[in-house]
């Protein structure tokens, strides 16, 4: 738990609806008093993923996935406990303390690095507004077309060509050059000297999700290359897990219900200034999990911006498939021949841009209409590797009627039978690449596509919901066992929790006990035991017979090792111990249970 009181974090989940934040996430469909899903943390066909409203906690009964909100939010979105617990206090508006996390160092470094950050920004920002309008750089900001007001708005600056202009900036304010060297804003030389990495260049500072600055990207201002660096990763900064301009645009996302990703910096200032508030870019890179999982907490919908370049590149529509994997709904629109989302703004306006949108394509029909003109679709060969291409990202539609409709569409298109693509799409190899799930999905919950076991006896576990559910079994349990007859050791923790519960309360709060022994029994554990949508109709029964089971297992274990003992006294020739043991096994055997 951190540091972080209990009261407060039995605040945040008052304050919050498990269903309302997990359905911001994944689909939830209602099922009884619960809701379902297909579960976000691996491939699954059949939904197994319970979330319960009464008792506000989810389980997953395919990779046994499972916990309280803050559970969820840690293993989804790859962050630890404190972060999660931030997200939902800002979220419900509940003040945290101060607190130090548990590892005060990696902390330490992560703080200074935005502190860093954020000053080199300042000081970038100033130094373009100081330039002087016949400078370099305000020329540029001219030539592209950029106003005062939007500058501001995403802090844009500019690096002098000076190689120690911020090396110098920053010690003078007291700031020692290893958390410099940790913000990635200078880099080490010849003979142990340092430099500024960005030298006469635009400055683009790039901010997560919540606002924070965690690096930067630098352009020049003419046709000399590289045309961009950026900041190299730091403790905050992983660019394949951000998506530039997600912080302006996250609420418009919302809002309109679709995303626009773009490619560059320019394109998404561009698209802001314009109106178009729901632009993001990928950072250069590819899409990756992390980025479309961030993503996937606005909107499930998205139009992929190409330029008319990048149109015919079926190996960046296949990166698209991963869209498909997490049920998101992708679309492709192209602009005119030589216009990227900068350059058609700037020439054509809104009006045409929203235009362009609106005439998206699905992936589907986008990527089937390149590989028509890419093959001769009157060719039997050319409409099998039509077909090869095309199953290979059908195979990743979750959804089981919209995959049989494309299947049917792809036949229609190509005259050729149904069935024979039904058989085409068997030999698809394998199950979809699911490297979405290999980050915060991943965390704790499925290994290589195994199932995470766990192993409760069938009584141990009954009599655990059971005292869970009802105050009035604890004391019967408490009476008849102690926390060390039971196995397995979350159970004897568990009962060891309830045990010294105060029997006047008259309910078992079921987050305030994940949270008061977090540190000792993992939340999945908890949410198995009591997640289980069968109803146990004969309560008093059940806690009778389970209580006899456990007596009797325990009682069975200790006759057996009393065996195994006497066997090697027999051997040894220890008469002593031999005779002692006889006695201990009658005694056992008279006292029943």
Not at 566 to 573: P, R
Request: with cysteine.
């Amino acid at each position: 738990m951190g540091k972080i009181p209990e009261n407060i974090l039995n605040e945040i989940q008052d304050k919050c609806d498990i269903v309302e934040i997990i359905s911001s996430y994944v689909s939830l469909k209602p099922s009884g008093r619960n809701f379902k899903a297909c579960c976000p943390f691996h491939h699954e066909k059949t939904p197994s993923f319970v979330v319960s409203p009464d008792k506000q906690i989810y389980h997953c009964f395919g990779c046994n996935s499972g916990g309280n909100v803050f559970n969820f939010l840690k293993e989804y979105e790859k962050i630890d406990f404190i972060d999660a617990v931030k997200m939902l206090a800002e979220q419900t508006g509940v003040k945290l303390p101060e607190y130090r996390s548990h590892d005060d160092q990696d902390a330490s470094v992560t703080s200074t690095v935005y502190s860093v950050n954020d000053i080199a920004a300042n000081y970038y920002s100033g130094f373009l507004e100081k330039s002087g309008l016949s400078s370099e750089s305000n020329r540029y900001m001219t030539k592209r077309g950029l106003d005062g007001p939007i500058i501001k708005k995403f802090r844009i600056g500019y690096a002098d060509s000076s190689w120690r202009a911020m090396l110098d900036y920053l010690s003078a304010r007291g700031i020692k050059q290893d958390a410099i060297l940790n913000a990635g804003l200078i880099i080490k030389g010849k003979e142990n000297s340092y430099y500024d990495l960005f030298r006469n260049r635009i400055i683009f500072p790039i901010f997560d999700a919540r606002n924070r600055i965690i690096g930067f990207g630098a352009r020049v201002m003419d046709d000399s290359l590289p045309k961009y660096i950026n900041s190299p990763e730091t403790a905050v900064y992983k660019k394949g897990q951000h998506l530039y301009g997600l912080n302006f645009a996250k609420a418009d996302i919302k809002e309109k219900n679709f995303a626009i990703i773009t490619e560059g910096y320019l394109d998404v200032i561009t698209c802001h200034q314009y109106g178009v508030t729901n632009a993001i870019a990928s950072l250069g890179t590819a899409l990756t999990a992390e980025q479309i999982r961030l993503l996937k907490r606005y909107t499930h919908n998205v139009v992929i911006l190409y330029d008319a370049d990048q149109a015919g590149e079926t190996a960046s529509l296949r990166g698209l498939d991963l869209f498909l994997e997490e049920d998101m709904n992708v679309k492709i629109a192209t602009l005119e021949k030589g216009h990227d989302p900068d350059s058609f703004l700037r020439k054509f306006g809104k009006e045409n841009f929203d235009e362009a949108i609106k005439k998206s394509k699905s992936l589907f029909t986008y990527k089937l209409d390149i590989l028509k003109d890419k093959f001769n679709s009157t060719e039997p060969e050319s409409k099998a590797e039509t077909i090869k291409e095309m199953l290979s990202t059908i195979n990743r539609v979750r959804n089981a009627i919209i995959k049989a409709e494309y299947i049917k569409l792809l036949a229609q298109e190509l005259s050729v039978k149904e069935d024979a693509v039904w058989e085409e799409l068997k030999k698809v190899k394998g199950t979809p690449r699911h490297s979405l799930r290999s980050g915060a999905g991943q965390a704790g919950c499925l290994e290589h596509g195994a199932k995470k076991f766990i192993e409760i006896s069938p009584a141990e576990k009954i009599l655990a919901r059971l005292m869970i559910e009802d105050v009035n079994v604890i004391k019967i349990v408490r009476d008849e066992l102690k926390p060390s007859d039971f196995k397995n050791k979350d159970i004897r923790n568990i009962a060891e929790a309830l045990f010294s519960i105060d029997n006047e309360d008259s309910l078992i709060d079921i987050n305030k006990l994940i949270n008061s022994i977090e540190d000792k029994v993992p939340q999945n554990i908890i949410s198995f035991i009591v997640n289980e949508e069968v109803d146990i109709k004969d309560k008093e029964r059940n806690v009778s017979d389970c209580i006899i089971t456990i007596k009797k297992e325990n009682r069975n274990k200790l006759l057996k090792d009393i065996q195994n003992r006497l066997h090697v006294a027999q051997k040894s020739g220890y008469e002593e111990e031999e005779k002692r043991l006889v006695e201990e096994f009658n005694q056992l055997m008279k006292r029943g249970l």
